[in-house]
């Protein structure tokens, strides 16, 4: 089984509006911190949301807050993310990854990559001016 496997990227023009979807395996787990990061060439990997295992926190980079909103169904082990006036700096592969290791909600860095030991192979979101 693949652990985790995104999809909902695509291609849109500035201001419009993406959901990004991650499945976990049966394998993976539902009830996991998890994450969104995105990688766009020549720039460095910059986690963007992250929601804890039950769903009751979530986290938020400056570059995208009040425009992404993180959210989970852990019934369907799926963690989503909806992505509001979208800007052509948003044009990146974005991955969704998840930390299966026991850990704190309060003591975990959610936007260092080295907090997730669990990624997928990404979805491709490409906004244009």
């Known amino acids: 089984q693949v652990p985790l496997v995104e999809s909902g990227g695509g291609s849109v023009q500035a201001g419009g509006s993406l959901r990004l979807s991650c499945v976990t395996s049966?394998?993976?787990?539902?009830?996991?911190?998890m994450a969104w990061f995105r990688h766009a060439p020549g720039k460095e990997r910059e986690g963007v949301a992250g929601i804890s295992a039950g769903g009751s926190s979530t986290y938020y980079a400056d570059s995208v807050k009040g425009r992404f909103t993180i959210s989970r169904d852990n019934a369907k082990r799926t963690v989503y993310v909806q992505m509001n006036a979208l800007k052509p700096e948003d044009s990146a592969m974005y991955y969704c990854?998840?930390?299966?290791?026991?850990?704190?909600?309060?003591?975990?860095?959610?936007?260092?990559?080295?907090?997730?030991?669990?990624w997928g192979q990404g979805t491709q979101v490409t906004v244009s001016s």
């Open positions: 049966s394998y993976t787990g539902a009830r996991n911190h």
């Open positions: 990854a998840a930390d299966t290791r026991p850990s704190s909600v309060n003591d975990r860095r959610w936007f260092d990559s080295l907090e997730y030991n669990v």
